[in-house]
């Protein structure tokens, strides 16, 4: 049986560090508001020099450094993200430009629950025996396209990009269960529009159109509360795992109080659910393999950890999944011996 191990991760944030103090001179909110509703402090938006490829690739170069591999190792990148930086090509192309190397290369549309779907397809791709070398990376830039006028959105959203980098092993590594669903009737609670290949009522306004989130955040709360929980319990049982075997809970980061509810579903403990949302807010995407290259480069993840990640977003769609965490049975024995060492410094690509 052949499995997917995650043998490297890899983030990148922005420098650009907006407060819950700054937002307040931009819009009628306070800090006590935004940290009581969500939990969020502050988060990091992209700034001229930045877009969803360079932040791709600092986290693809960090996660590469931390597999001890090369681009030209890499037989495919996936790339999971809502905000490409341009439609035609993909961004994984535009990755994969950067990087270098010849890897096949593809989107994967799932807005925030894209990484986990991304995850689940590059995983299969290993698990199929088609490539032994993955790259996955969720990176999303949604900053660009909140109205800082709208106090309902403008507090939740930051940018950034996680990668991991997935191999070929012979032990139960990496992915052992997957959920993925949609309702795509609920489109209309996330989304924003003007932004695509529809053609607008007026062709002039073309231009002037900007494709701002629109959002009904008790909507999506509330559905957020429901398939986060069922995701996550579903994905747990397929695995063949009780909830006592579970090491750490990795939830996409959009607001604490539908993190709390999910950990409730699954009767965890605070200390094993990985909040970081206070640092980076809601960046889409990212958020899960950001979390998950965070929870490795701080030591907290030990070889064979049992980890939960759950995600849901605009779709509306929800992923969750089981991950084995370790690197054994990948056919690379110095791996393994250097696992832990250094790796913060790798992971964190600060420059
Ligand atoms: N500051 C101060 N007051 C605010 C703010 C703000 N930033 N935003 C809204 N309010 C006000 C409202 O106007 C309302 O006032 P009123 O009672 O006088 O009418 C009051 O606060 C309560 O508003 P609610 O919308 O009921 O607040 P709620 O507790 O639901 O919190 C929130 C809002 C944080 C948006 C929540 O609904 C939420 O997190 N929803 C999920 C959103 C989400 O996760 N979206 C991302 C999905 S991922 C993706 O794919 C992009």
Redesign the pocket.
């Known amino acids: 049986m052949r499995y997917a191990a995650i043998t490297g991760c890899g983030m990148a944030v922005p420098d650009r560090v907006l407060t819950n103090a700054e937002l307040e001179k931009m819009?009628?909110?306070?800090d006590e508001?935004?940290v009581s509703?969500?939990g969020i402090r502050e988060r990091r938006v992209a700034g001229p020099a930045d877009s969803t490829t360079s932040l791709s690739v600092k986290a693809a170069r960090a996660a590469l450094a931390h597999a001890g591999l090369t681009p030209d190792d890499i037989q495919l990148i996936v790339v999971a993200t809502?905000t490409p930086d341009q439609f035609i090509v993909s961004e994984a192309c535009l990755v994969q430009a950067e990087l270098g190397g010849s890897a096949a290369a593809f989107d994967v549309g799932a807005?925030?629950s894209g990484f986990v779907y991304a995850l689940t397809v590059g995983s299969m791709f290993v698990q199929q025996g088609l490539y032994d070398r993955v790259l996955v990376i969720g990176a999303d830039t949604?900053t660009r396209f909140i109205d800082y006028t709208d106090?309902?959105t403008c507090?939740?959203?930051g940018d950034g990009a996680g990668a991991m980098v997935i191999e070929a092993s012979d032990q139960p590594r990496g992915l052992l269960s997957t959920v993925m669903g949609a309702d795509g009737g609920g489109n209309k609670h996330?989304y924003a529009p003007g932004w695509g290949a529809i053609v607008p009522e007026s062709a002039e306004l073309f231009p002037e159109i900007r494709p701002y989130?629109q959002?009904n955040?008790?909507e999506?709360?509330r559905f957020?509360v429901r398939v986060m929980g069922d995701a996550a319990a579903e994905a747990v049982q397929k695995a063949g795992l009780s909830f006592d075997d579970i090491d750490m809970l990795i939830p996409?980061q959009?607001?604490s109080?539908?993190i709390d509810a999910a950990a409730r579903r699954l009767a965890l403990p605070r200390e094993k659910v990985l909040v970081n949302l206070d640092r980076y807010g809601?960046t889409?995407a990212a958020s899960v393999p950001i979390a998950l290259a965070e929870a490795s480069g701080q030591g907290k993840l030990n070889e064979g950890d049992n980890l939960v990640l759950v995600a849901?977003?605009?779709g509306l769609a929800w992923a969750a999944g089981v991950v084995r965490w370790g690197v054994a049975g990948v056919p690379r024995p110095e791996l393994a011996a250097r696992r832990g060492a250094g790796v913060l410094a790798a992971i964190s690509d600060g420059d």
């Open positions: 819009v009628d909110t306070n508001w935004i509703r969500t809502c807005a925030c949604l106090r309902s507090i939740l959203f996330l989130m959002m955040g008790q999506v709360f957020a996409h959009a607001n109080r539908i809601n889409s849901f977003g605009a």
